[in-house]
Nanobody, 125 residues
């Protein structure tokens, strides 16, 4: 099994920045990719960005391209999401997720086997 723990959420004004971190533990050698999803109240969980665990390929949703950057730290087994130029519509609970199947990229929540507990990001106008 793989355990994922998110950190770094909070309250920020529009135009500001936040950095989320996802710490992976357990059978991390089995992972193929790690991604970030978000879910706003009353909305479906949506894909934000993902990175392969080893080869460092990345893929991002059009809504965050140019503002959000996903990266990995091999030594610390972490994946970070740097979020710049935040907008009120970015307000959501952000989840770290991962999968082991050899497939790229995956953007559907149902395609991810492992999930963190989520961290709240609130952007005020």
């Amino acid at each position: 099994q793989v355990q994922l723990v998110e950190s770094g959420g909070g309250l920020v004004q529009a135009g500001g920045s936040l950095r989320l971190s996802c710490a992976a533990s357990g059978r991390t050698f089995s992972l193929y990719a790690v991604g970030w999803f978000r879910q706003a109240p009353g909305k479906e969980r949506e894909f934000v960005a993902a990175t392969t665990w080893r080869a460092a390929y990345t893929h991002s949703a059009d809504s965050v391209k140019g503002r959000f950057t996903i990266s990995r730290n091999d030594a610390e087994n972490t994946v970070s999401l740097q979020m710049n130029s935040l907008k009120p519509e970015d307000t959501a609970v952000y989840y770290c997720a991962a999968y082991s199947a050899v497939a790229w990229p995956r953007t559907g929540a149902y395609e991810y086997a492992y999930w963190g507990q989520g961290t709240q990001v609130t952007v005020s106008s």
